[in-house]
């Protein structure tokens, strides 16, 4: 966990035992009084009610053909791991909700709206990109350093800053699409809550947190 000033970062893994517990314990020992989730209405609402939602060509045509693909190629990864380690992707957050109504703290999301990211994804992110990393995949069980991850746990701090550099490296519109961008939206959201002087704890992917800290800071002295 992260913390400046008024605010506390948890980063988690969503398919990972070790966060669902992290994120209720450190929700009941610090007490916030808002509750700060990387996820929006309608990701919520998904994980509650377990439904995918129905895929149209209305919707499709709306985010376009390649954030549809990736959406749909990240939800397939989730929850093919998420059997492996017994978790359904998202747990972590759902932890974080049900907590802070627990406490009677205020839920606020502060992640993009999926819909958003996925047509900016569709509009930036080059095929080119899409299949070096396809390629990467299939080369991925012929590397020699392989990086071992515990899927129940939440990976080292070196080995996603690790993973991240490679990421900027190998995809860069992708990485700025995915994590940049939303970082620098969270950031924002944050940046207003902490205004309000009361005690904020995010729960947010693991690997977010010095980026978003770093952003906050921007729009301190900005402002």
Do not use: C
């Not at 913390?3 to 007490?31: C, D, P, Q, R, V």
């Not at 929850?79 to 932890?95: F, T, W």
């Not at 995915?178 to 620098?184: L, V, W």
């Amino acid at each position: 966990m992260q913390s400046y000033k008024n605010l506390f970062l948890i980063g988690t893994s969503h398919i990972a035992k070790e966060s669902i517990e992290t994120a209720k314990t450190e929700i009941k020992k610090i007490m916030p009084e808002i509750v700060a989730l990387e996820l929006d209405k309608t990701r919520l609402n998904a994980i509650i009610t377990k439904e995918k939602g129905r895929i149209t060509i209305k919707y499709i045509k709306q985010i376009g053909l390649k954030g549809y693909l990736f959406a749909k190629f990240g939800q397939y990864a989730e929850n093919k791991l998420g059997k492996i380690v017994g978790v359904s992707p998202g747990e972590d957050m759902l932890a974080g909700y049900e907590t802070a109504k627990e406490i009677k703290a205020k839920v606020v999301f502060i992640d993009q709206e999926i819909e958003k990211t996925l047509k900016k994804f569709s509009k930036e992110v080059t095929w080119k990109e899409k299949i070096r990393f396809v390629l990467d995949i299939i080369r991925t069980p012929f590397t020699k350093n392989k990086i071992k991850i515990d899927l129940t746990k939440v990976p080292d701090t070196k080995i996603i800053t690790q993973m991240l550099k490679e990421t900027k490296k190998r995809y860069p519109n992708f990485y700025s699409v995915i994590i940049d961008d939303r970082n620098r939206h969270m950031a924002k959201k944050l940046f207003i809550l902490m205004k309000t002087n009361k005690k904020i704890l995010a729960v947010i992917g693991a690997g977010h947190e010095k980026e978003i800290i770093r952003y906050i800071r921007e729009l301190e002295y900005a402002n």
